[in-house]
């Protein structure tokens, strides 16, 4: 079995960084601050497409540059104190590891944010490649990011598992026509989760490493 990870909310809780450089962009660009709870749902997505989703208006092409310029700015301020891997997830990637199993990531971050987030945490060293935003024309929950490794590590999909915390990975992950594990500990409800009807729901991180 190969393990598909989603990022934010799944390998690492990253609400709070988020929510803070969101709400701190919003505010630089005198734009109406969305809630916790919005930004939240929304983190499943790339803020290519939340930010409108949240700001609800239609930008011109250099105003909407600069927001996303200037959360990105925010985030890699708020980072060090805010980001952070969840309790037991470190032990799980070194099960797995051991087992020799594959394990990459799919997640709406840049790539080179996502290296720089994964280097933080000193987790990067487990994955064999991972996928950011900008290597894709189609964002979650198109499996265009699946299909990349797929072809890439020559990979069957059937022998792979999407594992993420947002109904994004879910449709994603089933798209891909892999199969799909839901985490209740990130920006999604089980409930929410559930009406995907995801293989695996995982409450638990540990319980990762059981995933066969």
Known sequence: MHYIFDFDGTLADSENCS????????????LPV????????????PIERSFKEMANRDFTEQAFD???????SYYQQFEPDTLQLFPDMMEVLQTL??????CFVV???KTDVLKRNLTALQIDGFF???IGSDQVKHYKPHPEGIFLLLERFRLQAADCVMIGDATFDMQ??????????AVTWGSHTKELLEAEEPDIVV????????IS
């Not at 929510?19 to 005198?30: E, Y």
């Not at 927001?67 to 990105?72: E, G, I, P, V, Y």
């Not at 409450?203 to 059981?210: D, G, P, R, Y």
């Open 19 to 30: 929510i803070l450089a969101t709400q701190a962009a919003f505010r630089a660009c005198h």
């Open 34 to 45: 969305p809630t916790d709870a919005e930004i939240a749902h929304y983190m499943g997505i």
């Open 66 to 72: 600069e927001l996303l310029t200037t959360f990105r």
């Open 97 to 102: 590891q051991q087992r020799g199993a594959k």
């Open 107 to 109: 997640s709406s971050k």
């Open 128 to 130: 064999q490649d991972c």
């Open 172 to 181: 994603m992950g089933k798209a891909a026509n892999c199969r799909t594990c």
């Open 203 to 210: 409450e638990q991180v540990l319980a990762l490493s059981q």
